[in-house]
């Protein structure tokens, strides 16, 4: 059981390249999400998915496109990646009981 | 919608004393309140919740409380230990009302020996 796993771990991109962040669940959960965290600002909710098939906009969507290709999987793409956009991207996924399980998480430079 | 504020965001102690993080909220309708610690490099993972239907829980070292009337809620450390050492966050939810967490920025505890 391996939880919420994310590739890849690291990336560097140049402004204006486009990429895509994957992330899978074992769970069975319903739920999924895509945060940013940056220095200071705790984590701020890209986008999220209640369930397959379906995606919602969170505080700071601009920039970023999902697709729940399934019940497992949620990824997230950066169309045309800006200095901006340079973070640390956690996915995660809602067990029943409320809780939120954490992927490890990706870290993205753009330069 | 939800506001979460978090103070204080860096807080040091010695071993042993116990260290507390309190979180205040804006929507009265919240009912789910979890806190989460994450080590340096590492992911957030859930260390304790509670509900709004209870004051308080405990886990061993680590307790929460809740004043639904002030909408606050405390994350109580003791007997704090160097592993203890992390930054932590809370968070606010309503259940069954979509699915929106909103977190706090976050505490930097650091536990001296």
């Known amino acids: 059981n391996a939880g919420v796993t994310q590739t890849p771990k690291f990336q560097v991109l140049k402004t204006g390249q486009s990429m895509t962040l994957q992330c899978a669940q074992d769970?069975?959960?319903?739920?999924m999400y895509w945060y940013r965290q940056d220095p200071g600002m705790g984590l701020r909710l890209i986008y999220y998915s209640a369930s397959e098939g379906t995606t919602d906009k969170g505080e700071v969507p601009n920039g970023y496109n999902v697709s729940r290709l399934n019940k497992r999987e949620f990824s997230l793409r950066l169309e045309s990646a800006a200095p901006s956009q340079t973070s640390v991207y956690f996915c995660?996924?809602?067990?029943?009981?409320?809780?939120?399980?954490f992927g490890p998480g990706t870290r993205l430079t753009v330069t | 919608g939800e506001n979460v504020e978090q103070h204080p965001s860096t807080l040091s102690v010695q071993e042993g004393d116990s260290a507390v993080i309190k979180c205040t909220y804006s929507?009265?309708?919240?009912?789910?309140f979890p806190w989460y610690k994450q080590e340096l490099g590492k992911r957030p993972q859930l260390i304790i919740d509670i509900r709004s239907n209870v004051g308080e829980k405990k886990d061993q070292r680590i307790a929460v409380t809740l004043n639904k009337t002030a909408k606050h809620f405390s994350l109580h450390i003791t007997e704090t230990q160097p592993e203890d050492s992390a930054v932590y966050f809370c968070?606010?939810?309503?259940?069954?009302?979509?699915?929106?967490?909103?977190f706090g920025p976050g505490t930097r505890l650091s536990v001296l020996p």
């Open positions: 929507d009265s309708a919240s009912n789910y």
């Open positions: 968070a606010a939810k309503r259940d069954n009302y979509g699915q929106n967490f909103v």
């Open positions: 995660a996924s809602r067990g029943r009981s409320g809780e939120q399980y």
């Open positions: 769970m069975n959960h319903n739920s």
